[in-house]
């Protein structure tokens, strides 16, 4: 994959969602996740069996009208992220959109299998295309799509210009920095943030966007929805993007976190601000011992996966601090990050998109500069 211009075209990609699922867990170091963390197992409010596999994802009860959807991306793409479903009495709440609409439909279905009670609305974690570009699906079964009141505009900000361009196009000046890298290492760096761009670039390109229509205003979060006998809460957090949310369910210890907790990966700071997301995930950390979290990507998790990530997150830090302190400049500070023997298995969605973005924006903080928004449309 020494030019992606010339290996990944667009009329390559365009073959259709369910053939992408090889390449884009080669270009993501993709491992097969099994849907539950060890020490779950035996939790008696999960089931035993999944109600439904496709393969490319499960779905499987994890409380009392509560299921948890787990994308394994070694099988495909069509989900890629994780999601689920909460049905009450009266109404039930879809979580996410998934990557495809193959993966939304997949959803929805599996849903209708299970019950008949109307659908009060289909729920995006954030704006990001893995979490989005199934919403069609829901916007014509006449779901509303709720999310964060600026989810819509960040999505608009970007993905309808993607659409515009090709992928050479798009991808040159990223190629300028593989022929500019002046190591080894850099260029494989660089070569690995081509590979993420490229898995962003081509689903959007092929899909028929569907926003959010149904802004949810963070000034007046939490908010409850009540459906009945079963409360959902709604919560905002800034870390993995500016447009979090989380759907908790307290009575039973269950939350939705979307990608502010992920399981198995360095965390993706592509639109992320690190220092406000370990912040939020040592919130997490306050809860219940019993909590279940059902994260973006990766196993359904308690409180031991919240203290991985957050260790992880640590790591990073501590060594952007130490070169931070040394003197040593940004741009060779994040070359110089070596990942540890117990991380080595982590999936990484691109080496400038998880330490060199997280190295940036700790250097900025420290330095009293303003935190940079990242271009890269």
């Given at each position: ?220 979060m939490p908010m409850e929805i009540d459906l009945g006998g079963l409360t959902v809460v709604i919560e905002t957090y800034i870390g993995h993007t500016d447009t979090d949310l989380i759907f908790r369910v307290p009575d039973q210890n269950i939350i939705y976190t979307g990608d502010l907790l992920t399981g198995g990966q360095y965390p993706v700071n592509i639109n992320g601000y690190p220092t406000k997301w370990r912040a939020t995930l040592a919130k997490f950390a306050t809860f219940d011992k019993n ?87």
């Open positions: 994959m020494n030019n992606f211009s010339n290996s990944f075209s667009r009329r390559s990609f365009l073959a259709g969602a369910s053939s992408l699922g090889a390449l884009y867990a080669a270009a993501e170091f993709a491992l097969p996740l099994p849907a539950l963390a060890r020490p779950l197992l035996d939790d008696p409010r999960i089931a035993a069996q999944p109600i439904a596999d496709k393969g490319f994802a499960s779905i499987r009860k994890i409380g009392n009208g509560l299921y948890a959807l787990i994308s394994d991306r070694s099988k495909g793409m069509q989900t890629r992220s994780n999601g689920g479903f909460l049905i009450g009495r009266d109404a039930a709440l879809l979580v996410e959109g998934f990557q495809t609409t193959i993966g939304s439909t997949f959803q929805l279905e599996t849903l209708r299998t299970v019950t008949q009670v109307p659908v009060r609305a289909a729920l995006n974690t954030h704006w990001h295309f893995d979490h989005t570009l199934g919403n069609s699906v829901y916007g014509g079964a006449g779901i509303p799509i709720w999310a964060h009141a600026d989810a819509a505009t960040r999505m608009a900000a970007y993905y309808p210009k993607w659409q515009s361009q090709d992928l050479a196009t798009y991808l040159a000046p990223w190629e300028k920095r593989v022929r500019d890298a002046k190591t080894d290492s850099q260029r494989e760096h660089a070569k690995s943030d081509i590979e993420g761009l490229t898995g962003m670039f081509v689903p959007v390109s092929q899909t028929v966007l569907a926003l959010p229509n149904h802004p949810l205003d963070p000034a007046k909590t279940l979290f059902v994260p973006g990507h990766g196993q359904v998790m308690g409180l031991e996966g919240v203290a991985e990530m957050r260790s992880c997150f640590d790591d990073l830090a501590e060594h952007a601090e130490k070169s931070y302190k040394a003197g040593v400049p940004v741009e060779d500070a994040m070359e110089q990050y070596i990942v540890p023997d117990k991380y080595k298995n982590y999936r990484m969605f691109s080496w400038g998109f998880t330490i060199g973005r997280t190295y940036e924006q700790l250097y900025a903080e420290w330095s009293g500069k303003p935190v940079q928004i990242l271009n890269y449309s």
